[in-house]
């Protein structure tokens, strides 16, 4: 946005110790500091936060506001009062958050009907959007896609090297649900001598993995190596022969995409979101959520299949190329500013 001329303001709800984003602020981009840099939010703080929130945007009086997940970032947006807002989900809030509690529901119904726009990424996020009581006409659907130059298809193809990588580069926290990959590798490790599994990130799980892969004597084929950044990722898919997610929670899987930009075939749960993207066989293969027996079979099918791999990876790349390019959807994202600043 500050590349097509825009002045952008970014305030952050999390002041974490180690940010999981590593990229500085584009040039021109400014940061604002508020009441978060200095005590973490929390519910019972809600008046405080407001009050600050409403001061920054008295200062910046921005012409449109984007704030998501939708019961943290957002909600304060509109509990400010403020009537510009596009709020953006982020998948698991409406997916998950919204239904854990009445409360969380409430937060999800009030943010809604106060937006003046939704960012969204799969139709599933849309229909859920809908029934918690967002206008169908103010949504624009639409996946953020990738840079197609960055992640871009490597020199070795997948199933071409002696032995066999599979890939995961979700947080280790139940949502994402790499226990059960650790879990359906320690199958997949024993009886395939040269596979080998890298697994990305971090997160509570930790020691969990670390025991799984120990019980079932397969952890020295596994690689730890911490959290990539933007900028080493496009090294990790290639590496890697599969990409493998078994989120129980995803819109449009980012990740994903970007492993389907390196040209590499994927093995993700059957989740709505995913079922936008994937169909067995074409680009990568779905198993049913939950079921790490079912994802081992997933794994060794593609172990056993490596002639097939070439070809998916390609259909993968064709298949981002034509609906997960960044460039040519973030226009869809005006349509939304746009919309929001007629209607306010």
């Avoid at 409430?106 to 959007?129: K, N, P, V, Y």
């Avoid at 032995?163 to 059960?180: A, K, Q």
């Avoid at 791999?309 to 259909?315: F, H, I, K, N, V």
Wanted: aromatic letters at 10%.
């Amino acid at each position: 946005m500050s590349e097509h001329g825009d002045a952008v303001w970014v305030i952050h709800l999390e002041n974490r110790a180690r940010p999981l984003e590593d990229r500085p602020l584009p040039s021109g981009v400014q940061r604002v500091h508020w009441i978060a840099d200095q005590i973490p939010f929390g519910y019972g703080r809600l008046l405080a936060f407001i009050r600050s929130l409403r001061e920054v945007l008295r200062q910046v009086n921005p012409e449109v506001v984007l704030a998501g997940p939708l019961q943290t970032c957002a909600f304060l947006v509109a509990a400010s009062g403020f009537r510009r807002l596009v709020s953006m989900s982020w998948g698991y809030d409406l997916l998950i958050d919204a239904q854990r509690s009445r409360w969380m529901a409430w937060l999800t119904r009030f943010t809604l009907r106060r937006s003046a726009a939704l960012l969204g990424d799969c139709e599933t996020i849309r229909q859920l959007a809908i029934a918690y009581g967002m206008n169908p006409q103010r949504i624009v659907t639409f996946p953020w896609g990738v840079d197609l130059t960055h992640f871009s298809p490597c020199q070795r193809a997948s199933g071409q090297a002696e032995g066999f990588v599979f890939l995961s580069t979700r947080s280790w926290e139940p949502i994402y649900g790499v226990d059960l990959i650790a879990k359906a590798f320690g199958e997949i490790g024993r009886c395939y001598p040269l596979t080998h599994l890298i697994l990305l990130g971090n997160g509570s799980q930790a020691l969990l993995l670390q025991k799984i892969l120990s019980q079932a004597g397969v952890l020295e084929k596994v690689s730890m190596p911490g959290q990539a950044g933007f900028k080493d990722l496009p090294r990790y898919y290639c590496m890697a022969d599969v990409y493998v997610s078994a989120s129980h929670s995803d819109g449009t899987s980012i990740s994903m995409l970007e492993a389907m930009a390196c040209g590499r075939p994927v093995i993700v749960s059957d989740i709505p979101g995913n079922r936008e993207w994937i169909t067995n066989n074409e680009v990568g293969w779905l198993f049913p959520d939950g079921n790490w027996q079912a994802l081992a079979q997933m794994m060794e099918r593609a172990l056993t299949h490596r002639d097939r791999l070439e070809r998916m990876g390609q259909a993968a790349r064709r298949l981002v190329e034509e609906r997960a390019d960044w460039q040519r959807n973030f226009p869809k994202l005006y349509q939304a500013l746009e919309g929001a600043i007629d209607l306010g």
